[in-house]
């Protein structure tokens, strides 16, 4: 994320949050306007930003921006001072990326992770595995607000082909489908993915308390019950990548030199197993190169 659109005319709210955005992420560009006149120049224009961040009211405006802005294709997240359910349900319709209450100061840390998250999105996937294709499209319009790159199946066999293929981060599948149901996707999954390594959301309108049981027990990471809002969706799946990365960074500490960047013997240890056993499943062979570097003692001394 390079540059990010902020639409404020209430300049003291504006210095405030400016002072706090630039702070926390130094690397971004923020530009800012104030009037709806301005937004439209800028969507004639097709101007370039990654998000915008924009009050819901403005001195030319009651709220028509936010429209223009969304049928432009511009993610947007908007401060509100109102906070009830009707406002919110009527900025979701919109498409909003998210929303922040203007009156709690405390929020600017919510919009700074929001943000934050929204840029490491960009390098993260997720597979949808649904048999509606109208409900799949619904949730993949939401993901791809959130920078997610997206991937679709309509069952669980399916969605192991395309594992096999692709890079995913994570899992939101639901429960009844044909071929193989999300349940019996999940026993599959757990066989070669851990819990760590591929994150597994489940959706169901079963009311049986059993059933959400069962889908933990096997393995998954959270549970969504039918009916369930926008921003339920959204908050579950930025949580559970929240959650990914915090555990990816210790892991990484755990696995990972310090001096040289590279792999240590504790992920030697972890990885070796996994990869014999999927080259004996898939029955490839394998080799292994076992080398030495001269005097690298010398290289300890000086580098530490």
Do not use: W
Not at 85 to 113: C, H, N, P, W
Not at 184 to 200: A, G, T
Not at 223 to 236: A, H, V
């Amino acid at each position: 994320m390079k540059k990010i659109l902020v639409i404020e005319d209430d300049r003291f709210y504006q210095n405030i949050m400016l002072r706090a955005l630039r702070h926390y992420l130094p690397h971004i560009e923020f530009e800012v306007i104030e009037t709806y006149a301005e937004i439209k120049n800028i969507v004639k224009s097709k101007k370039n930003f990654d998000l915008v961040i924009s009050d819901i009211n403005l001195t030319d405006s009651s709220g028509e921006h936010i429209r223009t802005l969304v049928d432009a294709n511009y993610k947007v997240v908007v401060m509100t001072v109102l906070d009830d359910d009707t406002f919110r349900d009527e900025m979701f319709a919109f498409d909003i990326v998210d929303y922040i209450i203007k009156s709690e100061l405390q929020r600017f840390g919510y919009l700074i992770k929001l943000i934050q998250r929204l840029d490491a999105n960009e390098s993260r996937s997720i597979l949808i595995v649904e048999d509606s294709k109208p409900v799949r499209s619904f949730y993949k319009r939401i993901l791809e607000k959130q920078n997610l790159t997206v991937y679709e199946a309509e069952d669980g066999q399916k969605a192991l082909k395309i594992i096999s293929e692709e890079s995913i981060d994570m899992i939101l599948s639901d429960y009844n489908m044909p071929n193989m149901d999300g349940m019996e996707f999940l026993k599959e999954l757990r066989v070669e993915y851990s819990m760590l390594d591929l994150p597994f959301i489940a959706i169901s309108s079963d009311n049986d308390h059993a059933t959400v049981a069962r889908f933990l027990k096997l393995g998954a990471n959270d549970y969504l019950r039918k009916p369930f809002g926008k921003e339920e969706l959204i908050c579950r799946i930025n949580n559970s990548l929240d959650m990914l990365d915090m555990l990816q960074h210790v892991k990484e500490s755990a696995t990972t030199d310090a001096l040289t960047g590279m792999h240590n013997r504790h992920y030697l240890y972890e990885i070796a197993e996994k990869i014999m056993a999927q080259s004996k499943r898939l029955d490839y062979p394998l080799s292994l190169v076992i080398f030495d570097i001269d005097f690298f003692k010398k290289i300890n001394d000086k580098y530490g």
